[in-house]
């Protein structure tokens, strides 16, 4: 999380209630707000990194004990079956990890879409962004290095090698996570900023470049 007081009660109470039994692990990234009390009493430890999603994300995993590691925005609202979803994919042996569906918090009609379209196309390519709760194993995620520490696009990377190391569970369970990116730029223009952002990552130009252009989309 990274100044997130407004939502961060919220989704650790979710996480809570969908997982009982999990070691919830809040990772700041130098918040100014009251993120931090507000998170210190509905999680069991508390971690401070540098900012970025990939180092922030890292820094948790180092920390964790369980066999399996999910990674939840703190804008993300889990299902109440969470930790029973993954944990009837991980007991086959061949996943490795997986996804959630997401749907935005918002009920335009272009969000309703746009979660919908988001799920569809992470079902066929067998990856998942940063909003759908990527999960993996404790240590397939330790044999592929984690998260790069790159400033954009580090889940379009993990989630690419993940699928390479092994099956993907693709959970029809919906994650809700805030539509606040694309109400702020703009719906379509995030739309296509985003699919602009991830069609030349693939095409190989450098993270920090494309982070230096698009901040405003993070």
């Known amino acids: 999380m990274l100044n997130e007081a407004p939502a ?9 209630a ?38 922030q994300m890292n820094a948790g995993a ?33 996943i490795v990890g997986g996804r959630f569906d997401v749907q935005l918090d918002d009920n335009h009609p272009l ?21 759908q709760a990527i999960f993996a194993r404790k240590t397939t995620f330790e044999a592929l290095g984690g998260f790069p520490d790159i400033p954009i696009c580090e889940d379009l990377d993990f989630a ?11 959970l029809r369970g919906e994650v809700i996570t805030s539509a606040r990116r694309w109400k702020k730029g703009g719906i379509i223009r995030t739309v ?16 920090a470049r494309l982070a230096r252009r698009y901040s405003d989309v993070r």
């Open 8 to 16: 961060i009660a919220r989704t650790l109470e979710a996480i809570r």
């Open 18 to 55: 969908g997982a009982p039994e999990a070691e919830i692990i809040v990772v700041d990234g130098g918040s100014t707000d009251t993120s931090v009390d507000a998170a210190r009493p509905r999680c069991n430890l508390v971690v401070q990194a540098p900012r970025g999603r990939a180092l």
């Open 62 to 94: 180092a920390r964790a004990s369980g066999h399996a590691l999910v990674f939840v925005h703190a804008d993300t609202m889990v299902p109440a079956t969470f930790a029973r979803d993954i944990e009837v994919a991980l007991a086959d042996p061949e």
């Open 111 to 131: 969000c309703v879409l746009i979660g919908t379209l988001i799920s569809i196309r992470s079902r066929i390519s067998r990856t998942g962004t940063g909003d």
């Open 160 to 170: 690419r090698r993940l699928k390479r190391a092994g099956r993907v569970a693709c």
């Open 192 to 207: 296509l900023r985003m699919w602009t952002i991830r069609s030349l990552y693939l095409a190989g130009v450098a993270p």
